[in-house]
C-alpha cells in the first residue's frame, strides 16, 4: 500500500487490500472512500470485503465507483461531501490512485487556484497538467 497525502484531510492510494487496513487505521484516517468499480477487482479486492474490514476496525467507508463516464460534477461533489462530512483524514483508492486525485482536483477549483490544485497534486506523484483546461474553466465557472 503506498498512501500519498494530497493535504492534510485528503490522502489516495492504489488499491488497497484487507490486509492494508489495520495500517490504514493506524495512520489516522476515519474515512476511507473505494472510486474503484467492482468490475475491475477480483471478489477479494471487491468494495464489500474491503468495506467489512474497514468498518470491523472502526472507520467510515463510503463507495462511489468512478469511471471517465461517471466523473460528473454531480460525482464530482458527492466525492467532497464524503470526504469533508467526517472528523478527521481522508483515504480514496481506485487502482492507481488517479482518478481520485483527479475528483478531488475537479472539487477544488472554487477554493484554490489551478496552479495550487496541480502542485497539490503533482507533490503526491500525479502530474495532472492536461487537466489544467477543464480546470480553469470550471473555476472561471465557479467565480
Known amino acids: 500500500m503506498e498512501i500519498r497525502p494530497i493535504t492534510p484531510r485528503y490522502a489516495v492510494s492504489p488499491q488497497i487490500t484487507v490486509e492494508d487496513v489495520p495500517a490504514i487505521a493506524e495512520a489516522g484516517f476515519v474515512k476511507v472512500i473505494c472510486n474503484r468499480p467492482n468490475v475491475e477487482v477480483p471478489a477479494i479486492m471487491q468494495s464489500d470485503a474491503i468495506g467489512d474490514a474497514v468498518r470491523a476496525a472502526g472507520l467510515e467507508y463510503e463507495v462511489l465507483e468512478l469511471t ?28 492507481s490512485g488517479t482518478r481520485c486525485s483527479v475528483v478531488w482536483a475537479l472539487g477544488q477549483c472554487d477554493r484554490m487556484s489551478t496552479d495550487d490544485i496541480l502542485e497539490a497534486t503533482h507533490k503526491a506523484g500525479y502530474a495532472l497538467d492536461n487537466l489544467r483546461p477543464i480546470l480553469d474553466q470550471t473555476r472561471s465557472e465557479a467565480d
Do not use: D, F
Request: hydrophobic share 35%; with cysteine; charged share 15%.
Open 68 to 95: 471517465h463516464q461517471t466523473m460528473t460534477p454531480e460525482n464530482v461533489a458527492l466525492q467532497r461531501e464524503l470526504a469533508e462530512s467526517c472528523s478527521g483524514p481522508v483515504l480514496a483508492y481506485c487502482a
